[in-house]
Each structure stands twice: as C-alpha cells, then as structure tokens.
C-alpha cells in the first residue's frame, strides 16, 4: 500500500501495486506548502506512516496532543470551544524520509506533528484551510487508517 497526497487537486489516493484501491478528497494547509517548523504549511516529499493512533475508537473521538480527550465532537462541543483546532477520529502521524528536506532539524515532519487526521464535517474539503496537516472526512479517515498498514509510503507532492 501507498498514499500520493497531490496538492493542487487536493485528493489523496490509496494504491496497491500500482491500482488505485480509494480516493478521497482532503484539505491541506491553507498557507501552502512548505517544510520549515512553524510555517503552517504542509510538508512536501517522501514519507512514511511512523505511527497509527486511535484504533477502534468511536467516529469523532476528539485528540489533543495525541490522546483521546474523552470527548466526542459535537457542534454543542465546537460553540463552547469555537477557537479549537479539532483533531478527530484517527491519526496516522508522518515521519519525513528524505534528510534536510522533510527529516531532521527545522523540516522535521515528525518534529512538526504533521498527520492525517479527522476533522469536524462542517469543515470545507477539496481546498487548503488546515494548519499544515492533512485533514480528511472522519469515515474517509477510518477507512483509510484501517486499510494502510504502519510504515506504510507517504509521497506529497504539488
């Protein structure tokens, strides 16, 4: 398994063997692509899947700093906290591969906590509007998390 995150058309998409098994349209960072921490931009290049977090919990289970809160998204939820950068669902957290571009000192993009993740429905698809993550559908996402394995080659590009 492999996923090909193409920015311009903002679509991921899972193969296998060359086959395009899904496709699924996501949102990437609203101000564009970019490697260096602090930016806000989605890091370009070759990664990998280093971890696979929130299996077999509920649909909009709400993550902060990795972990279940313990909370469910609701839209009562998002009216008490409107400020909130949600985090739901499912995290597959990327590791970058390639030294000096996306792996180590101020590229890291583990360093930077960039994943895939869940986000609130309300949220739009198909254009940039995330902080450097890549967020996708929350069942999109969980199909997505249990069809790719760990380790599994994560390749951004424009």
Same mark, same amino acid.
């Given at each position: 398994?492999?996923?090909?995150?193409?920015?311009?058309?903002?679509?991921?998409?899972?193969?296998?063997?060359?086959?395009?098994?899904?496709?699924?349209?996501?949102?990437?960072?609203?101000?564009? @692509? $970019?490697?260096? !921490? +602090?930016?806000?931009?989605?890091?370009?290049? *070759?990664? =990998?899947?280093?971890?696979?977090?929130?299996?077999?919990?509920?649909?909009?289970?709400?993550?902060?700093?990795?972990?279940?809160?313990?909370?469910?998204?609701?839209?009562?939820?998002?009216?008490?906290?409107?400020?909130?950068?949600?985090?739901?669902?499912?995290?597959?957290?990327?590791?970058?591969?390639? @030294? $000096?571009?996306? !792996? +180590?000192?101020?590229?890291?993009?583990?360093? *930077?906590? =960039?994943?895939?993740?869940?986000?609130?429905?309300?949220?739009?698809?198909?254009?940039?509007?995330?902080?450097?993550?890549?967020?996708?559908?929350?069942?999109?996402?969980?199909?997505?998390?249990?069809?790719?394995?760990?380790?599994?080659?994560?390749?951004?590009?424009?």
């Amino acid at each position: 398994m492999q996923i090909t995150i193409n920015i311009a058309s903002q679509k991921l998409t899972l193969q296998h063997d060359g086959r395009t098994i899904r496709q699924y349209v996501i949102s990437s960072a609203l101000k564009g @692509v $970019g490697e260096q !921490r +602090g930016s806000e931009q989605t890091p370009r290049g *070759r990664h =990998i899947v280093r971890a696979k977090i929130g299996a077999n919990l509920p649909l909009n289970t709400v993550f902060k700093a990795r972990r279940p809160t313990g909370e469910i998204y609701s839209a009562e939820l998002a009216e008490h906290c409107p400020h909130r950068d949600w985090i739901l669902t499912r995290i597959l957290w990327l590791s970058g591969c390639e @030294v $000096g571009k996306n !792996r +180590g000192g101020h590229c890291d993009t583990m360093r *930077r906590y =960039i994943y895939i993740h869940g986000t609130p429905d309300s949220e739009p698809m198909g254009i940039p509007a995330s902080h450097g993550c890549i967020r996708m559908r929350n069942t999109d996402l969980a199909e997505l998390f249990t069809l790719t394995p760990l380790y599994a080659p994560v390749l951004i590009h424009e």
